[in-house]
């Protein structure tokens, strides 16, 4: 079995909206509550979150934007933009999921955990360096990058974005730098509107921005695919020092805001295909941050199979060939072949 860490708090549902909102902290209620079941119960190692610093959130955001978030601590409810809301415990909230993902990073890095989730909130992929956007703070995944490569001096990181929205802030951080890779699947054209196809970096970070926007459809054999077809031989070429999943769980087949079929056994498939060309590019060190999610049975049910095929209690022969099966050509024969044409410059693998 694989020594697999998560990172939970209580903190992190102090982060509370005053009207409904779909990020709400129930969220992390039903998945805290999972984690006390009996099948899942002391079979994970626990992290202890921290704070991430000042100088630690400025790996990515720019003092000013820092400042305007820390100058909602104690205050009432505000909102940063039309979707995402300040109140009163937020700053410090958002700073512990930062924080709390770094010491997951500290954890993996060191040998004593082979792979991590951290279960934090507010999420981060939409955050950019100098706004808040879609539910985000901090850019949770991309500050644990910039961390992981600082930090612990690695050289290479890849990031994968499974979430339903694309991720704009975590592209747009490392979009002229080729020692962090970011591949994003996302629903098309959605919000946040960014993740075209020819969006593929710039400068010394060309080629290194991947993006496989969809219609909505897809399902785990449709995922799997452009997994296998896309990421898997890029994964295997880059060869990263770690490898971060936004997991983001709205690809969900009953979720509230996508039009994904994605099931708990696809995503156990996908956490697979994952955990296995890691183990080939840096045994196995994977870091998974969740991102969003809104079904919450769903969430439940799809983050339990995630983490048991972190451990190895499920899947462990490998990825579930069966899927493949029903895969619907008609859905992405044609976004597959877009995205090889304009990544194939850059990947001799492709
Ligand atoms: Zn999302």
């Given at each position: 079995?694989?020594?697999?860490?998560?990172?939970?708090?209580?903190?992190?549902?102090?982060?509370?909206?005053?009207?409904?909102?779909?990020?709400?902290?129930?969220?992390?209620?039903?998945?805290?509550?999972?984690?006390?079941?009996?099948?899942?119960?002391?079979k994970?190692?626990?992290?202890?979150?921290?704070?991430?610093?000042?100088?630690?959130?400025?790996l990515?955001?720019?003092?000013?934007?820092?400042?305007?978030?820390?100058?909602?601590?104690?205050q009432?409810?505000?909102?940063?933009?039309?979707?995402?809301?300040a109140?009163?415990?937020?700053?410090?909230?958002?700073?512990l999921?930062?924080?709390?993902?770094?010491?997951?990073?500290?954890?993996?890095?060191?040998?004593?955990?082979?792979?991590?989730?951290?279960?934090?909130?507010?999420?981060?992929?939409?955050?950019?360096?100098?706004?808040?956007?879609?539910?985000?703070?901090?850019?949770?995944?991309?500050?644990?990058?910039?961390?992981?490569?600082?930090?612990?001096?690695?050289?290479?990181?890849?990031?994968?974005?499974?979430?339903?929205?694309?991720?704009?802030?975590?592209?747009?951080?490392?979009?002229?730098?080729?020692?962090?890779?970011?591949?994003?699947?996302?629903?098309?054209?959605?919000?946040?509107?960014?993740?075209?196809?020819?969006?593929?970096?710039?400068?010394?970070?060309?080629?290194?921005?991947?993006?496989?926007?969809?219609?909505?459809?897809?399902?785990?054999?449709?995922?799997?695919?452009?997994?296998?077809?896309?990421?898997e031989?890029?994964?295997?070429?880059?060869?990263?020092?770690?490898?971060?999943?936004?997991?983001?769980?709205?690809?969900?087949?009953?979720?509230?805001?996508?039009?994904?079929?994605?099931?708990?056994?696809?995503?156990?498939?996908?956490?697979?295909?994952?955990?296995?060309?890691?183990?080939?590019?840096?045994?196995g060190?994977?870091?998974?941050?969740?991102?969003?999610?809104?079904?919450?049975?769903?969430?439940?049910?799809?983050?339990?199979?995630v983490?048991?095929?972190?451990?190895?209690?499920?899947?462990?022969?490998?990825?579930?060939?069966?899927?493949r099966?029903?895969?619907?050509?008609?859905?992405?024969d044609?976004?597959?072949?877009?995205?090889?044409?304009?990544?194939?410059?850059?990947?001799?693998?492709?």
């Amino acid at each position: 079995m694989a020594h697999t860490g998560i990172v939970r708090d209580n903190r992190y549902m102090d982060h509370v909206a005053n009207t409904y909102h779909p990020e709400s902290h129930q969220r992390l209620e039903v998945l805290y509550g999972m984690l006390q079941e009996t099948e899942m119960k002391g079979k994970f190692i626990e992290v202890q979150p921290r704070m991430a610093t000042r100088e630690e959130l400025e790996l990515i955001h720019v003092p000013r934007y820092i400042q305007l978030v820390a100058s909602t601590a104690g205050q009432a409810c505000t909102m940063l933009d039309p979707d995402t809301y300040a109140c009163s415990k937020s700053y410090e909230t958002a700073k512990l999921a930062a924080g709390g993902t770094l010491v997951a990073v500290d954890r993996v890095l060191g040998g004593e955990l082979d792979n991590a989730f951290a279960f934090v909130r507010p999420p981060g992929h939409h955050a950019e360096s100098n706004r808040a956007m879609g539910f985000c703070l901090f850019n949770n995944v991309a500050i644990a990058a910039g961390y992981a490569l600082k930090t612990h001096k690695l050289r290479k990181a890849l990031i994968i974005d499974w979430d339903l929205h694309h991720g704009n802030g975590t592209q747009h951080s490392f979009y002229e730098r080729a020692d962090v890779l970011y591949f994003s699947t996302h629903q098309f054209p959605y919000y946040p509107g960014t993740g075209y196809v020819n969006e593929v970096g710039s400068g010394t970070g060309k080629g290194f921005t991947v993006n496989v926007p969809l219609s909505p459809g897809p399902g785990d054999a449709e995922y799997m695919q452009i997994f296998e077809d896309i990421l898997e031989p890029i994964a295997m070429e880059y060869k990263p020092d770690i490898v971060f999943v936004s997991a983001g769980f709205d690809i969900y087949y009953q979720d509230p805001l996508g039009g994904m079929q994605v099931t708990p056994e696809g995503f156990a498939n996908l956490a697979k295909i994952v955990l296995e060309f890691a183990k080939e590019t840096c045994k196995g060190k994977v870091v998974f941050v969740l991102e969003g999610g809104y079904h919450l049975d769903g969430l439940r049910d799809s983050v339990k199979d995630v983490l048991k095929t972190m451990r190895g209690d499920i899947l462990a022969g490998g990825r579930d060939e069966n899927i493949r099966e029903g895969v619907d050509h008609r859905m992405i024969d044609d976004i597959i072949k877009k995205v090889k044409e304009a990544q194939k410059p850059f990947w001799k693998n492709l």
